[in-house]
């Protein structure tokens, strides 16, 4: 059975996941308009930085802080944001577009993906983050849950 675009981009963010540096959570994401994808991103340190697979140690699990919680204490930014930055540093407008990514986004992502002009989110794992949701939905970001 030929796979839907949902189905097609979800499973090409599950590959770009594998090229996350994050001990604790792999992530990833694709942006696509038109059903051609702009960018992709997945979560990691910022570029020329060590990673966390490099230092053997997520600072986050060390001091105990549960997930959605101090996102500021983390050295690797968000598959979202990564994917948003590639857009811009490539030239590519994100206006429109649609993102999928393997874990809801979290409430800093949801702000970034509104004001990039993200219409559409479609993820599959839940993240404890009330607050993205309501911003999202107060947006009007349409926003779609994969089943696993």
């Not at 230092?55 to 549960?66: A, D, N, Y």
Request: aromatic letters at 4%.
């Amino acid at each position: 059975m030929r796979a839907s675009w949902d189905e097609y981009f979800m499973e090409i963010a599950e590959i770009v996941k594998k090229r996350s540096t994050c001990i604790r959570r792999q992530v990833g994401a694709v942006i696509v308009r038109e059903n051609r994808i702009i960018t992709t991103g997945y979560n990691g340190a910022p570029s020329g930085l060590r990673h966390c697979t490099e230092i053997g140690t997520c600072e986050r699990q060390r001091l105990g802080i549960p997930s959605g919680e101090r996102h500021e204490l983390c050295r690797a930014l968000h598959a979202e944001q990564n994917a948003i930055i590639q857009a811009a540093n490539v030239g590519v407008s994100t206006k429109g577009a649609t993102i999928y990514v393997t874990v809801q986004p979290c409430i800093i992502c949801a702000k970034m993906l509104i004001n990039a002009g993200i219409v559409r989110i479609v993820h599959k794992g839940e993240y404890p983050d009330e607050m993205a949701r309501q911003m999202l939905a107060e947006a009007g970001v349409e926003v779609i849950a994969i089943p696993e």
